[in-house]
């Protein structure tokens, strides 16, 4: 109710402005229309001639800043964002303060208005509801990663979520501040039946150890809880939109709603043609104009053009943890600096890592941006506190693609969830109104009816065709896509492959368990073993994003936002290595919805903490915590939804003859069996195994208790050893019957142990020398004459 009141109010304010002062645009004498900013003598273009419009100068959107700027005095409107004093031709006077009559009431220059600390000083004069949500949800709190690193490291041996980068409360209760009626009685279902995983109040994390006095007469449990900490606030929190993160390649961005919403080349160089910007610096936006919707162009001096947030933006955080958006591009991490460039310098750092190229997912090579399939919601949050990503994204992949018998709009609410929520009999259907929220972009037409998200929500731009069963996605880049629709496809027997038919028109368990992804996602970034080591010997020191975050001032900077700024820094310097990694046939396990998902290794933290004085205090930990009932390592493998989509799934063999699907490990587990014992390599005599030199040294060091693989995560008798998810009580390794219906591995054994048993073969008809269609085909014979 607040925040609709408060845009109400800001509507009202912006109506009155635009009825009083012109668009923004003015006919000079020879005809063309042009900004009045470009020679307005008040503006601050004076000095910035040549930069270019923050959006088309005949939007909507530009014509209310410009015409709210004339009554602030400044004819280009650069004040209704920035602040600051145009009338001064100083650049000192310039850029302080700001209009006494600003809309909403900023009172300093400023040089991000995206910044979350001023936000609803400049962008909530007109998206104020926007921005309250944003300030709850995980790109602002980051609730999941924290509370599952913390359960990781074993500091807080629980599933519910107390922590965030900053303190919040939801205050204005559990139903959502956005969404339609059924996405709302949706939710509170689901907050009721969770509350774990939908806190109504959320404290920063603690503060870390702050100097050598903090580890007198700790405890191993105390010390390992205050490296877990200095660790979460060095490595894992720079991407939180209240900080303007990691300075460098491919991580250059702005803060807040410019984190998203500015484009940022990978190199940081400005192209645009403000004068006052230097185009050799780096960490600098390409262009001043924003992206967003498909309306909303980003054009470049050299004639490019585009729309919608390309997921370069998105990657400048999402690099880490399940690495989700360079996946989704293709790309995974390598140790490696091959292939190299010229003059045999080896592959640049891009994100800080160097890459390998594997497979886009198919999305991405139709051109889809991330916006195209998450939604408003899945972005900037509803007004709730979530605390993990299962909880703010409301899509599934039947939304748009249905199921084999049944279109999306005949599914039910909740289809594609199972969360055990009770929700209305009947199809879903369709909707022919936006919710406001929903109108502030491109508004497509509707058509027959927008599709619906499985909680209920209009999903804006996927519109079902006139008098058709056609689905159209309208991309934020101007491409418009026919959606593939699994049930026209069952009709038609359009299928491009029989395996598809079998697999999801023949199996209805694939359809009732599984993730479409399950199968679907080509691979999966396995980042096996991370061994965190956390140095508190003097001098050692890193970032602290949650301290640097804290430190924000009334021009919405922050204490590292400014370039050459180094923010606030920790006592003590977390660093990182790895055992092993791999990209092909991720694991199975189940994720918090109970359905059958991909799981990689989340954070499998095996951690070493070097004290003060340079002692060892804790050497190769890995945290014991409950989970299922059981007690496991903490290095946690977690469900995933990899964005590695492709047309032709993973090969039944892939999972039913495959142990690693099932949990068991690579090859079984037959491998890297001793890392639990202290393992040497030297001269031995053979016949006893002993060492012969006396002087010897411990090449890999013992992970006390670890006698099993990286990618193992249960055993065949049902003992789990590592954590699958730290979030949902539902998540957890395939159960045991499941493991054991799946389980095909030596199927072959049925037929090729009679290999020599000529006379059957001559029954069979066969000469044995089957290629696999005839075999195939052989099996099918077979059984329906066993049938008879």
């Not at 909530?124 to 509801?129: E, F, K, L, S, T």
């Not at 934020?476 to 959606?483: F, H, T």
């Not at 990899?642 to 090859?667: D, F, Q, V």
């Not at 249960?714 to 799946?742: C, F, I």
């Amino acid at each position: 109710m607040k925040s609709s009141m408060f845009r109400i109010a800001k509507i009202a304010f912006i109506t009155a402005m635009l009825s009083t002062f012109a668009f923004g645009a003015v006919e000079h004498s020879k005809g063309k229309t042009e900004m009045a900013a470009v020679e307005g003598g008040d503006s601050c273009i004076k000095c910035h001639k040549g930069i270019e419009s923050i959006r088309d100068e005949k939007s909507d959107m530009m014509q209310q800043i410009v015409a709210m700027g004339q009554g602030l005095g400044d004819t280009a409107g650069c004040v209704v964002c920035h602040g600051g004093n145009p009338e001064d031709g100083t650049v000192a006077g310039a850029h302080k303060g700001a209009p006494k009559a600003h809309a909403g009431g900023l009172s300093e220059f400023v040089r991000d208005p995206g910044s979350m600390w001023i936000a609803d000083k400049t962008c909530g004069i007109c998206h104020a509801d926007t921005v309250e949500n944003t300030m709850k949800s995980l790109m602002m709190t980051e609730a999941g990663k924290i509370q599952g690193n913390m359960h990781t490291w074993g500091t807080y041996n629980t599933k519910k979520v107390q922590y965030a980068n900053y303190d919040v409360k939801d205050e204005d209760g559990k139903t959502p501040a956005w969404g339609t009626k059924v996405y709302k009685d949706y939710m509170v279902k689901m907050i009721d039946k969770y509350p774990d995983q939908f806190p109504t109040e959320l404290k920063q994390l603690p503060l870390p150890p702050s100097g050598p006095e903090d580890f007198v007469g700790k405890s191993e449990e105390e010390i390992g809880a205050m490296a877990s900490i200095t660790y979460q606030r060095s490595d894992c929190q720079r991407c939180h939109i209240g900080v303007r993160g990691r300075k460098g390649r491919g991580d250059w961005r702005g803060m807040g709603c410019s984190a998203c919403h500015m484009p940022y080349g990978n190199e940081g160089i400005y192209e645009g043609g403000d004068p006052t910007i230097d185009k050799k610096e780096h960490g600098h936006m390409l262009v001043h104009m924003m992206q967003g919707s498909r309306e909303a162009k980003v054009k470049t001096p050299s004639g490019m053009e585009f729309s919608g947030i390309h997921p370069e933006t998105c990657n400048s955080c999402h690099n880490r943890g399940k690495r989700i958006g360079v996946s989704y591009v293709g790309l995974m991490e390598q140790p490696y600096g091959s292939p190299l460039q010229a003059g045999g310098k080896s592959q640049s750092k891009h994100h800080g890592k160097r890459y390998k190229h594997i497979k886009e997912d198919l999305h991405f090579e139709a051109g889809m941006t991330c916006q195209d399939c998450h939604t408003s919601v899945d972005m900037h949050g509803d007004g709730t506190l979530f605390g993990t990503t299962l909880g703010q994204v409301e899509i599934e992949c039947s939304d748009c693609h249905g199921t084999n018998d049944k279109y999306p709009w005949e599914l039910k609410i909740g289809y594609g969830e199972k969360f055990g929520i009770d929700t209305p009999e009947g199809p879903r259907g369709m909707t022919n109104e936006l919710p406001y929220f929903m109108t502030q972009g491109t508004v497509y037409d509707k058509q027959d009816g927008y599709l619906l998200s499985t909680r209920g929500n209009p999903l804006g731009n996927v519109v079902k065709h006139k008098g058709s069963n056609k689905v159209t996605v309208h991309l934020a880049s101007g491409k418009d896509l026919e959606v593939p629709l699994l049930k026209y496809k069952a009709e038609t027997s359009s299928w491009k492959s029989k395996n598809a038919d079998v697999a999801m028109g023949k199996i209805q368990a694939h359809m009732d368990n599984l993730e479409c992804y399950a199968c679907h996602s080509d691979w999966a970034p396995q980042c096996y073993g991370c061994h965190v080591k956390v140095d508190y010997t003097p001098g050692k020191s890193k970032i602290d994003w949650i301290a640097s975050g804290s430190t924000n001032f009334k021009n919405g900077e922050t204490s590292e936002s400014v370039l050459g700024t180094k923010g606030k820094k920790l006592f003590g310097k977390p660093s990182e290595t790895r055992s092993y990694l791999r990209w092909e046939d991720p694991i199975l396990g189940i994720n918090g919805e109970g359905l059958v998902t991909p799981v990689i290794p989340g954070c499998q933290v095996t951690f070493t903490v070097i004290g003060p004085d340079g002692k060892t205090l804790i050497l190769n930990k890995q945290a014991r915590v409950s989970d299922n009932g059981q007690t496991v390592a903490g290095t946690d493998m977690a469900p995933v939804q990899p964005h590695t989509s492709g047309r032709k799934a993973r090969s039944c063999e892939s999972c039913h003859s495959n142990p690693k699907a099932l949990g068991y490990g690579i090859n079984d587990g037959q491998f890297i069996q001793k890392q639990g014992e202290d393992l040497y390599m030297d001269l031995q005599d053979l016949r006893t195994k002993k060492f012969v030199p006396a002087n010897k040294t411990v090449q890999m060091k013992a992970i006390p208790g670890m006698d099993y693989d990286w990618s193992q995560i249960v055993t065949r008798d049902g003992k789990q050893l590592q954590t699958v998810g730290s979030h949902w009580p539902d998540s957890r390794p395939l159960d045991q019957d499941m493991r054991e219906n799946m389980e095909k591995t030596g199927l072959c054994m049925g037929c090729h142990q009679n290999m020599k048993n000529d006379e059957l073969w001559e029954k069979v008809n066969t000469d044995k020398k089957l290629n696999v269609t005839e075999h195939i085909n052989k099996m099918h014979e077979l059984i329906n004459k066993a049938a008879k």
